[in-house]
């Protein structure tokens, strides 16, 4: 899978991205180029659009292992946008095996509100420009 993030450290946001399909080393690769970015800090707000995501190849195991080196703390509130039962339930395993606090953990299917619960407006654009790192696919 194609994907990438942007940094807002000003805002203290992640803005990741996936499209196409999702593999358990395109995880792996997100959360490590996210922890070695100097930019980055455990507790920044997330938004995760898995919306273009088609196929899904993550393992059970593969969600472990990324959990493992989950760059995010525990308290970092996160939002992830999905539009399957599948990747709902993967992202829900996810966050179990995060030991992430369901008050900041967060899994939406329309963009608007999983803005809005992050604490942006539900009018918000994903921002434009490049990303800061695209990886995959």
Known sequence: MPASFRIDAENGIVYSRGWGSLTDDDVQAHAQALRADPRFEAGFRQLVDFRDVTDIRVTSKGVR?????????????????VVNDEAFGLTRMFGFFTESSPEQFGIFREIGPAFDWIGLPATAAWPGGEPDATFGG
């Open 65 to 81: 292992d990324v959990a493992e080196v989950n760059p995010f703390s525990r308290d970092a509130r996160r939002a992830f946008i």
